[in-house]
């Protein structure tokens, strides 16, 4: 299983990836081995402004269907075009072409509240 060195993690299994001022989001290795194959994606927040740990969509798998929380506050700028045509991106590349959402950061202090991906580890091997 993946955990990419470059990116912070969330107990809700989402990751996040820093680039100039804003985030890319989107699902752990993890994540989308436990849901199995991703049939939808349903993400209708762009253009809000969320809280941390607020739901900015869902996901949908053969077998269930989950919330997804955003990591950090700030505004969603972008959902990522492919993944409503094509929600196995999820599943084939998740760090990758399988990102969710693009944010502005609200409060870039809290970043320093994600996981490491060494504690990350931890919280998915315990």
Same mark, same amino acid.
């Given at each position: 299983m993946k955990i990419p060195e470059n990116l912070k993690y969330t107990k809700d299994h989402e990751w996040v990836?820093? /680039? +100039?001022g804003c985030a890319y989001i989107g699902?752990?290795?993890? =994540?989308q081995r436990e849901l199995g194959d991703v049939v939808f994606v349903e993400i209708e927040t /762009? %253009? #809000?402004? &969320?809280?941390? +740990?607020?739901?900015? %969509?869902t996901i949908e798998a053969v077998k269930t269907v989950s919330? !997804?929380? !955003? @990591?950090?506050s700030g505004e969603? &700028? +972008? *959902?990522?075009?492919? *993944? #409503? +045509? /094509? @929600? /196995?991106l999820v599943n084939k590349d998740?760090? %990758?072409e399988g990102w969710l959402i693009?944010?502005?950061? =609200?409060d870039s202090s809290e970043l320093d509240e994600l996981l490491t991906p060494e504690q990350y580890n931890d919280l998915i091997n315990t």
């Open positions: 990836r820093v /680039e +100039e699902v752990t290795d993890f =994540a /762009e %253009g #809000e402004k &969320l809280d941390k +740990e607020e739901v900015f %969509g919330d !997804m929380f !955003m @990591p950090v969603v &700028l +972008e *959902i990522n075009p492919k *993944i #409503e +045509e /094509e @929600p /196995e998740p760090y %990758g693009k944010i502005s950061i =609200a």
